[in-house]
């Protein structure tokens, strides 16, 4: 887009922007309070948006090379110095996210110290940064009105920054969804904490959230009712689908080392003008629909959003919508995609998807080898469709159909900022530690 056209469009975003309607928000009574969240949610998202994505997502290009030559700089000085392979720092982080903290032993002391590591498009979501620490002792679920102490879901309702650990290892099964408020971070490290055979984490209407290292599966849809959403607020639910994380008119949140399987809908949607957010490190198996990134065809709310998905494993038993995108921008990079059933990548409505050093392995199905698929149009209107494959690594025959002008050629980016990704060959070892992980208090995670 040259740039006059950028700033048209972004006037289109800020004066058209859609008022969101209460039918598929899972919100019963629409009150003052919840349209006030909504227009407050709006304003923040809008602010969020980047006119400029590519900045973006050549700076995590960088930052994955550095990480990278980093790790091999000290495996090199490791062999060099004579150390064998020591078992007590198995630190093999080579993401920058990763790198950010992993590799410290001292992880449990500083559990802050994660806020800084985000990286891509959900950079700015610092979560419960600089507050209190809360400490879940319980795992029922039982007054979702006035929800006891010591539960998660008396955490998340808190006022204000909170960063939310777990005493022990606990299943929570959720009797309905869990409405996170903004500025928080739920931090399952050094823990095994199931969110499962219940209803899944819902964030409507917020900002900054950080959820990491939970292990989501067996979501269900439930039918509702009053459930408190905030301190000041407690309000009358409908129906919810059964998705493990669902974003909904959100921004700046950030979704990281999550194991995800088996939920009744998606594993993660975004929807209703969500923007700002990345979702890395995730492990994701046994599942139909993925990740759905826009729910509807008619809203054009949806062209702010933006999202990186990146070092999250695609693993066994996956069917399609690895993601399925509408509208928005989209940067997929080194992802390993190592089963699908159908596809990989999909979307309609134009959106924009730059997919860099993913590994793609194709399905033994010579029907499903292409990783692409594109719903609702005629070719010659998907054909400006920007779909962008930059040193994507393509095996056992799987194809790519790309689309539009490439987005890495784009004649008014200054071709000094752009940063080529590493290679597909690299996402292998990238996610290696992709899901839940098991950090031990006082080692190196
Ligand atoms: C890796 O080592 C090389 C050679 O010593 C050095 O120039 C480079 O800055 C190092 N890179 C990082 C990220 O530490
Ligand atoms: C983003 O890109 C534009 C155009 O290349 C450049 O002028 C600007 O300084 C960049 N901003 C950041 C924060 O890097």
Not at 118 to 130: D, H, I, M, N, S
Not at 214 to 243: C, F, P, W
Not at 335 to 351: F, V
Not at 398 to 410: D, E, R, V
Request: with cysteine; glycine share 8%.
């Amino acid at each position: 887009m040259a740039e006059s056209t950028r700033k048209v469009a972004l006037i289109f975003l800020v004066t058209f922007a859609i008022v969101i309607p209460c039918l598929e928000a899972g919100i019963a009574v629409y009150d003052d309070f919840l349209k006030a969240q909504a227009e407050m949610a709006h304003e923040i998202a809008l602010e969020s948006f980047v006119p400029n994505p590519m900045n973006i997502t050549s700076e995590l290009n960088l930052h994955v090379h550095l990480a990278m030559e980093e790790a091999a700089n000290m495996t090199r000085r490791n062999l060099r110095e004579g150390h064998a392979h020591n078992p007590n720092e198995p630190c093999e982080a080579s993401n920058p996210i990763d790198r950010c903290w992993r590799c410290r032993a001292d992880w449990a002391e500083n559990r802050q110290r994660l806020a800084k590591c985000v990286k891509g498009f959900g950079r700015r979501a610092v979560g419960g940064l600089g507050g209190p620490t809360y400490v879940v002792t319980d795992e029922t679920d039982e007054d979702l009105v006035e929800p006891k102490p010591g539960t998660l879901r008396h955490a998340v309702t808190r006022n204000g920054p909170l960063w939310i650990i777990f005493a022990r290892s606990m299943i929570i099964k959720l009797k309905q969804e869990l409405l996170v408020s903004s500025d928080k971070t739920i931090d399952g490290r050094g823990a095994n904490v199931q969110i499962r055979d219940g209803a899944g984490i819902t964030m409507q209407f917020v900002n900054n959230v950080i959820v990491h290292g939970l292990r989501i599966k067996k979501v269900k849809a439930m039918e509702g009712g009053m459930i408190r959403d905030s301190y000041n607020h407690v309000g009358q639910r409908t129906r919810s689908d059964g998705d493990g994380v669902s974003i909904f008119g959100s921004s700046n949140i950030w979704v990281d080392h999550i194991s995800m399987s088996e939920c009744d809908d998606g594993l993660v949607d975004v929807i209703q003008g969500s923007t700002a957010i990345t979702i890395s490190n995730c492990h994701m198996t046994k599942h139909n629909d993925v990740m759905l990134f826009g729910a509807s065809d008619s809203y054009t709310g949806d062209k702010i959003m933006q999202i990186t998905v990146a070092f999250n494993h695609f693993g066994q038993g996956l069917i399609q919508r690895m993601p399925r995108c509408r509208w928005g921008f989209f940067h997929v990079l080194n992802n390993d995609y190592t089963h699908w059933l159908m596809y990989a990548i999909g979307g309609s409505s134009g959106p924009t998807i730059l997919s860099q050093g993913n590994r793609f392995i194709a399905p033994n199905n010579e029907a499903a080898k292409e990783i692409t698929h594109r719903d609702y149009a005629p070719k010659e209107t998907w054909s400006k469709w920007q779909w962008t494959s930059d040193n994507d690594l393509f095996m056992n025959g799987a194809k790519f159909t790309t689309s539009g002008q490439p987005i890495t050629k784009l004649e008014n980016i200054n071709k000094g900022l752009i940063m080529k990704p590493r290679p597909g060959s690299h996402a292998n070892r990238l996610t290696k530690y992709a899901g839940a992980l098991g950090c031990v208090v006082g080692k190196p995670c």
